[in-house]
């Protein structure tokens, strides 16, 4: 075991730590002299150059295939290209071939690393580590930025709480607190705490509602309320507009009936209106015909014009703008003045990023950016911190076991640890568990994969049983390939797909330990495996250093300190199931379950709760959730006051001892309910985390400060505030544990 046991004297440490990093409201930053540059320019312009800065064109391929288009000022941004070489083509073109040389704006869905490949979102989001996440995306910014690529669509701030839907792997979970904490962090991230040329500008995504699709499917539709929206989905998007975000990509989906690209009320009335965001609105992927799809709109007028009137600034790849905005201005159906304002909007994200002064990169210097070693370096840092701890009965870490059997179809898959959404990762770069296995213990290391991929069915595994009888330890690497989750690649089951599971029983029937370490994009319903693993490491696809952290962290090197950022469901069919419910008139109170009820039972025998009579109501592992090799013990839980004013701030005060034999890191985790509101409240909601790092027999005094005002919500009365009353407050390291305080605030 690679932890030291020692004795440390009890340390008081005071943490004042302010538990929200509330920003200013509205704008991007832009001053007076950005908006004296933007006037001046957009008086220069004729209708037809205005709507060509409103069109984005996929530009894969030759730059020729494009260069008339941008000539005759047809095309204010690019996606898709990633060379140097042809970024500075198009940026040529557009700067020095046309009549305003206004340079194009360059975007790329750099969603958790450029080159160097981080852990997919929902790995990030596991570490509870904001200045990591920001780390990472500060490191994918200047790779990206020193190829040209100067906007990121990037972060997603969806709120999943169905894990079959693909694209939970590219957001922060379920919980909007969190989810709050990781999109400020990847702004700050993506563009910078200053703007200069490695500024790449974030996209907030998907707006609004787009991961609470019906029953997971992607695309489909939402039915989200209003106070729905404002309680759990706008909040991170709000959060991330006062953190600086320079633009927005609408979503897919209709809430309510009316898709999100033409939705007044969300876009001019919230974002704009309410928020005063004056940024670039860009529309997803043909979003804007899809509204038609949808029956929204009668053809790409009828939708381009819904989408400029909804506030609407740039199209990707419908060319409803283009072909349609001008006769929809000489008609009147959309005022020159909304144009103005969108082009405004396009115009100040480019003078702010400084495309105008530089639109070129040096293609030789963008060479020694990618894939440094500080870069990896850190991506191998998240992977650490990323994994979570589901089981250990002792097994781990690894003590001096001298043959190590390594199976299983996500041991050597350098492709797919680099997780969805992976665009210019490189898998000849990712190092997978297997090669660093091998080179931690060389000449240790039996490989037979048993599957060669996870949907592969097989019905005897001979070959892995076989070696298996010559290993003392056997290190499962399990999990999904990344093409299974991600856009669109939605599951109905979540079970581990193929014959896993038969694999690890056979490896189980062997008698030696067995160590599952899970890679996957989505939590998957492991219930059913746990039986026949004496360990369950969960790694969210953890990118091109995967492997050298995964060895630390099941070597001991480093110990795990991951938690769940989503809720682990037992089965499936408990979806869509999430911490910070309400309470209903009938909670479950862990009543009869199927295995207890009598032959014809009366129907007053059964639980009358809200339950399933097959699965309880309880997840196999809640949210906030992951172990240690060493163990935490709060005690001494305090509040400085029994009643807190509304404008007060909230000192919550323990003790955190190690009292385990190995320095390890708690992320405490503080929640709150409300209990009685003018609405239904959730049965608890994260307000504060923090990251507690301790030597083994260290003792150490944490206060958390929240603000009271963090306990606002928008009530039945439409409008957003605190509601006194009584309130309950937990301090733990996970959301279904700990004992309540209770506070007032009057
Ligand atoms: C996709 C995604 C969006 C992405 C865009 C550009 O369909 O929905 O998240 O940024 O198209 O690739």
């Known amino acids: ?312 600034d740039m199209d990707m790849m419908t060319y409803g703008f283009l072909s349609h905005l001008e006769e929809l201005v000489r008609s009147g159906a959309v005022k020159e003045k909304t144009i103005d304002n969108a082009v405004r909007n396009i115009l100040r994200v480019k003078i702010m990023l400084g495309l105008f002064e530089h639109p070129y990169v040096d293609v030789e210097a963008a060479k020694a950016v990618q894939y440094a070693p500080t870069h990896l370096a850190a991506a191998q840092k998240a992977a650490e911190e990323s994994a979570i701890l589901l089981k250990n009965n002792g097994i781990l870490p690894l003590k001096g076991q001298s043959r190590i059997l390594v199976t299983g179809p996500m041991a050597d898959a350098p492709w797919d640890q680099l997780g969805t959404w992976c665009f210019d990762g490189q898998k000849e770069h990712t190092i997978t568990p297997l090669k660093a296995l091998q080179e931690r213990f060389p000449g240790q290391v039996t490989y037979v994969p048993g599957l060669r991929f996870s949907r592969e069915k097989r019905d005897r595994f001979d070959d892995v049983v076989s070696a298996a009888r010559g290993a003392d330890v056997i290190l499962a690497f399990l999990g999904e390939e990344s093409i299974l989750s991600g856009e669109a690649h939605c599951l109905a089951d979540l079970n581990l797909i193929g014959s896993q599971s038969e694999l690890l029983a056979a490896l189980k029937a062997t008698g030696k330990p067995v160590v599952a370490t899970i890679l996957a994009g989505r939590p998957l319903t492991i219930e059913r495996d746990l039986p026949n693993c004496d360990a369950v490491l969960y790694s969210f696809h953890p990118g091109t250093m995967g492997g050298p952290a995964l060895a630390n962290l099941l070597t001991g090197e480093v110990n795990p300190s991951g938690k769940t950022p989503i809720t682990f469901l037992r089965t499936v069919g408990q979806a869509p199931l999430y911490y910070n419910h309400n309470m209903t008139g009938r909670p479950y109170q862990g009543e009869t379950l199927l295995a207890d009820i009598d032959l014809e039972a009366g129907q007053t025998s059964l639980g009358n709760t809200s339950y399933y009579l097959d699965y309880g109501a309880y997840p196999l592992f809640p949210f906030g959730y992951g172990l240690s090799y060493t163990t935490f013990e709060y005690s001494n839980v305090s509040l400085d006051k029994k009643e807190y004013g509304k404008e007060d701030q909230i000192a919550v005060s323990f003790t955190l001892a190690n009292t385990g034999e190995c320095r390890g890191t708690e992320v405490v985790q503080v929640y709150v309910r409300d209990l009685v509101g003018s609405l239904t409240r959730p049965v608890k909601e994260l307000k504060c985390f923090e990251r507690v790092e301790l030597n083994p027999g260290e003792n150490r005094i944490v206060t958390l400060q929240i603000p009271v005002q963090e306990l606002a919500f928008w009530g039945l009365d439409g409008t957003k505030k605190v509601e006194t009353g009584e309130f309950q407050l937990w301090v733990a390291g996970d959301s279904a544990s700990g004992e309540p305080l209770t506070f007032s605030v009057k």
């Open 1 to 312: 075991m690679n932890c030291i046991k020692y004795l440390s004297l009890s340390a008081v440490v005071v943490l004042a730590l302010a538990c929200t990093g509330q920003k200013k409201a509205g704008t991007i930053g832009a001053d007076e002299t950005v908006e004296a540059r933007v006037e001046a320019l957009l008086g220069k312009m004729t209708l037809a150059e205005k709507i060509g800065q409103m069109n984005q064109v996929s530009a894969g391929g030759d730059v020729s295939n494009y260069a008339d288009a941008i000539r005759k000022g047809q095309v204010g941004s690019i996606l898709n290209e990633v060379d140097p070489v042809k970024i500075n083509e198009f940026q040529r073109l557009s700067v020095e071939e046309t009549r305003l040389g206004i340079p194009l704006l360059v975007g790329r869905d750099v969603i958790h690393g450029f080159h160097t490949i981080f852990p997919i979102p929902l790995g990030l989001a596991a570490t509870f580590d904001p200045a990591l996440v920001e780390e990472g995306a500060r490191i994918a910014a200047l790779e990206a930025t020193a190829q040209g690529v100067r906007w990121t669509f990037s972060p997603m701030l969806d709120i999943a709480r169905d894990p079959r839907w693909g694209r939970i792997a590219e957001g922060s979970g379920e919980d909007t607190y969190l989810d709050t904490r990781m999109a400020e962090a990847m702004v700050y991230g993506y563009q910078g705490r200053k703007a200069d040329t490695t500024s790449m500008a974030a996209c907030v995504k998907h707006f609004v509602g787009y991961g609470a699709a019906e029953g997971g499917r992607d695309y489909n539709s939402t039915f989200l309320t209003e106070r729905q929206l404002r309680n759990f989905y706008l909040p991170p998007f709000e959060a991330a507009i006062k953190a600086g975000a320079m633009t927005l990509m609408t979503s897919f989906n209709d809430n309510d009936g009316v898709p999100s690209t033409g939705n007044t009320f969300v876009v001019k009335d919230i974002l704009r209106g309410e928020w005063g965001f004056d940024g670039l609105v860009v529309t997803d992927w043909n979003s804007m015909g899809e509204m038609i799809n949808h029956g929204f709109g009668e053809d790409r007028k009828d939708v381009a014009e819904k989408a400029a009137n909804a506030g609407v």
